[in-house]
């Protein structure tokens, strides 16, 4: 992948300093962003299913911090997700178990057969919400504006897709569905350039557009810069397909641009 393009995935950006004035203006004019672009998003779609029940048991105390180690238990129709939270950064576990429809199994950190089992050392985060048959995980923390999320499909257990995107909380994140019935994901994905737009617009742009699938789109204006900063963080929105296979299309609306971490 040329270094211009790198696109920031993986979930595990867990940041160890204090990011400072600069950083912490820049974050904050990225969840700035981030609520108004939630509230564009918000209009063109649906947000994630509403479990039929919740269960958390409490486990007993924490080893890690004052709280209590717990077990959620979210029951969808055809599915069952748990996470094991112990009080330390991010889910011990996280597990999709299939159910019969009708059926409530035990909320137990035991794990059954056919469970699909996705340790904590594999994808530092928490459960984040399921649509239809997707059960999708964010990162515990967030990194250049911008916070991982893992998509898995709860029939297999396998990841089908991840990416990057602004958050702002439950809304960072919208759906739409086809007449058919397959689900497509927006929200504002975050795409990390070492290319530095406002020292070299034209060059730098073209570059970007060309990545990103942007042709069409004029470029953003951007913000919180300071003299020796380099590199350029764009967000802008997209459309993922989720079905039959994930594919990024690039959609009308704002583009922003700050400066990386």
């Known amino acids: 992948m040329h270094p211009d393009s790198r696109i920031v995935r993986g979930g595990f950006f867990l940041r160890k300093k204090p990011l400072g004035d600069g950083g912490s203006r820049r974050i904050a004019g990225a969840l700035a962003f981030a609520a108004f672009l939630a509230l564009a998003l918000a209009a063109r779609g649906e947000s994630f299913d509403t479990p039929l029940y919740e269960r958390v048991v409490d486990l007993g105390p924490s080893p890690y911090s004052n709280g209590r180690i717990k077990l959620t238990c979210d029951y969808y129709p055809s599915f069952m997700v748990k996470q094991l939270d112990t009080g330390k950064e991010g889910a011990e576990w996280f597990a999709i178990v299939p159910e019969r429809r009708g059926y409530l199994s035990a909320c137990t950190r035991v794990h059954r057969a056919a469970e699909k089992v996705i340790q904590g050392r594999d994808w530092c985060g928490y459960f984040q919400g399921a649509k239809q048959d997707f059960v999708f995980l964010s990162a515990c923390d967030a990194y250049n504006g911008g916070l991982d999320f893992a998509v898995y499909d709860a029939r297999t257990g396998a990841g089908v ?33 070492d290319c530095t737009l406002p020292r070299d617009p ?22 919180a810069y300071e003299k020796q900063m380099t590199g350029s963080v764009i967000a802008y929105p997209v459309e993922v397909a989720l079905q039959p296979a994930p594919q990024v299309r690039a959609v009308p609306g704002p583009i922003r641009c700050w400066p990386p971490e």
């Open 202 to 223: 034209a060059g730098c742009w073209s570059r970007i557009e060309g990545k990103l699938g942007l042709e069409n789109a004029a470029a953003p204006n951007c913000t």
């Open 161 to 193: 897709f991840q990416d990057t995107a602004v958050d702002a909380a439950s809304g960072g994140l919208q759906f739409t569905r086809a007449p058919d019935g397959a689900v497509s994901l927006l929200y504002s994905r975050v795409a990390v350039f």
